[in-house]
């Protein structure tokens, strides 16, 4: 993404997995060396601040200047699946690109199909080759995902074998299919991950179809006594539409530590991401892979966290006295969350459109992001607040900060004042604490803007999903005459309850003409 940049790399995980003792230590290690940016795509457990290993590096590095990206995780689409949720860091989703790597399937019934490889080895040939179930062809639970040991070969022999996505890595369901003497495989997605299709780089001819189309391939399997198929190679599409749309393992809101901080923040390209790769281990990572590659395609959090890395380098080089926060609220005020057409981004695990617990603040626009505008900019006592608000001990805080530092009685810290992009408002139902049916509760949120450009007049505009939540700004109106000049204002939330498990979404756009600085708000009945 920033293809000027230097580059270096602490290794932290191993066969064993990846110690926290060593993402400190190459945490602090970058920090020493003086790096700009640190780009961490490793995720862990949940937990607080205080014990969250990756959180303690990152807030280190954020006092010392250092833009912090991680990723999201790759839980989704299962709400509150996320990880690395820490305010000072930047947590990235996974979209698609408008790029795909198709494959024909045709049926003995003459039905055609579409799926996705990165196969490139010796092909099946053209004539038609029997076609069975995994869950057909095996004495075991695990047939139908083609786990380990699971497949019978003398069933399975010279045959094509449609695996379930799930269980095991999806590479290594092909290796299962051909220790059985399987001679090729189509994986199909469950509803978990609907219509979503990774391409990978299988060790048999292969190719992966969404969940219709797999349907549609179990119905003809048992519709017909010698069912037989036939896959054709790999190929690359361009242009494909729509583009992007949230990919349904990126992990999802709401924040499951703090839910009154919207997470992710962002996602950024992360499905089918082709770079470089050591010729060391094979294209699959599989023991068993004896191609050496110098490039791979690679699909997850871990490729979309890098594109956000390399973004705030190219920021950070046009503007080298912005901090973390302020690049961080650069990327995500000017990300959209719209096409082109107007229609909002998809997400491809429903069909439908996704929201700001799919995306965060939008898809990141690395263009625009030079030129916000306005930012909302955070310091470390903004952090130290932040620790305040959520009625941590200063043993705690110091767990988390490496500092000394006591909050001040006299102070009141809230959450709704820490200085955030993007809003987040966990609200009550009725049966809650306040109880009554109509019950309804004023909150207010603020918010400081920096202006990091010319001199302007930004106006608001409010734009909402929902009835049950009026929402107000004050003042309306914020004139800046100079540069790094703040200003202030107040969000009222008029909330009505409404049944536990309930969302809704609104957003909050400051524009001047010329720049539109926009902050997506979710709303969530608990």
């Known amino acids: 993404m920033a293809s000027h940049a230097r580059v270096a790399v602490y290794k932290v995980c191993w066969l064993g997995g990846c110690f926290g003792s060593?993402?400190?230590?190459?945490?602090?290690?970058?920090?020493?060396?003086?790096?700009?940016?640190?780009?961490?795509?490793?995720?862990?457990?949940?937990?607080?601040?205080?014990?969250?290993?990756?959180a303690i590096g990152a807030f280190t590095a954020a006092a010392n200047g250092i833009f912090v990206s991680c990723s999201a995780g790759n839980g989704g689409p299962i709400p509150s699946s996320l990880s690395n949720v820490a305010p000072w860091i930047t947590t990235v989703g996974a979209g698609t690109l408008d790029r795909d790597f198709p494959a024909s399937i045709t049926l003995g019934n003459s039905e055609l199909h579409s799926g996705v490889t990165l196969y490139n080895g010796k092909q099946l040939s053209d004539s038609m080759v029997p076609l069975v179930y995994g869950g057909n062809v095996s004495n075991s639970s695990g047939g139908a995902l083609c786990m380990a040991g699971s497949l019978i070969p003398e069933k399975?022999?010279?045959?094509?074998?449609?695996?379930?996505?799930?269980?095991?890595?999806?590479?290594?369901?092909?290796?299962?299919v051909k220790d059985a003497g399987g001679i090729g495989m189509i994986l199909t997605n469950t509803d978990t991950f609907g219509e979503e299709l990774?391409?990978?780089?299988?060790?048999?001819?292969?190719?992966?179809?969404?969940?219709?189309?797999?349907?549609?391939?179990?119905?003809?399997?048992?519709?017909?006594?010698?069912?037989t198929a036939k896959i054709g190679p790999g190929t690359t599409k361009l242009g494909v539409q729509p583009s992007p749309v949230v990919a349904a393992f990126s992990s999802r809101g709401p924040n499951p530590v703090t839910p009154a901080i919207l997470k992710p923040d962002i996602i950024a390209p992360g499905v089918n991401i082709l770079a470089g790769w050591t010729a060391a281990v094979g294209p699959t990572?599989?023991?068993?892979?004896?191609?050496?590659?110098?490039?791979n395609i690679i699909s997850g959090t871990s490729m979309s966290c890098p594109h956000v890395s390399g973004l705030a380098a190219i920021v950070k080089a046009a503007h080298p006295e912005w901090s973390p926060a302020a690049i961080k609220s650069a990327l995500m005020t000017t990300?959209?969350?719209?096409?082109?057409?107007?229609?909002?981004?998809?997400?491809?695990?429903t069909g439908g459109p996704a929201t700001p617990f799919d995306?965060?603040?939008?898809?990141?626009?690395?263009?625009?992001?030079?030129d916000p505008g306005l930012v909302y900019d955070a310091t470390i006592d903004d952090y130290l607040g932040f620790l305040c608000a959520l009625n941590y001990t200063p043993n705690q805080i110091k767990s988390t900060t490496h500092?000394?530092?006591t909050c001040q009685t006299s102070k009141k810290y809230t959450l709704g004042d820490f200085n955030y992009p993007s809003f987040s408002v966990p609200l009550e139902t009725a049966s809650g604490r306040r109880g009554g049916a109509d019950s309804s509760s004023i909150i207010k949120y603020t918010r400081t803007l920096t202006n990091v450009g010319a001199p302007a007049t930004y106006k608001v505009s409010l734009h909402s999903e929902t009835q049950a939540v009026k929402m107000s700004v004050e003042p309306e109106t914020l004139s800046f005459k100079a540069q790094y000049e703040k200003k202030s204002y107040t969000v009222t939330f008029k909330t009505s309850s409404m049944p536990s498990g309930t969302t809704s979404f609104a957003r909050l756009e400051w524009s001047d003409g010329k720049h539109i600085v926009?902050?997506?708000?979710?709303?969530?009945?608990t």
């Not at 970058?30 to 014990?51: N, R």
């Not at 990300?335 to 695990?349: F, L, N, P, R, S």
């Not at 926009?518 to 009945?525: E, M, R, T, V, Y």
């Open 22 to 54: 060593d993402i400190v230590a190459a945490m602090d290690a970058a920090v020493a060396d003086g790096v700009d940016v640190l780009s961490m795509s490793i995720g862990g457990g949940l937990s607080e601040y205080y014990s969250d290993t990756v």
């Open 403 to 405: 500092r000394d530092f």
């Open 518 to 525: 926009g902050s997506p708000i979710a709303f969530s009945w």
């Open 285 to 295: 990572g599989l023991q068993s892979d004896p191609r050496h590659v110098n490039f």
């Open 359 to 370: 995306y965060g603040a939008g898809h990141a626009d690395p263009v625009a992001a030079l």
């Open 198 to 227: 990774v391409a990978d780089a299988h060790l048999l001819p292969s190719a992966a179809v969404g969940q219709k189309t797999g349907d549609a391939i179990k119905k003809y399997i048992s519709s017909t006594r010698n069912p």
């Open 335 to 349: 990300a959209y969350t719209a096409y082109k057409t107007g229609q909002k981004i998809e997400d491809v695990a």
């Open 156 to 176: 399975v022999a010279r045959k094509i074998v449609v695996c379930d996505r799930g269980g095991s890595a999806r590479v290594q369901k092909g290796v299962v």
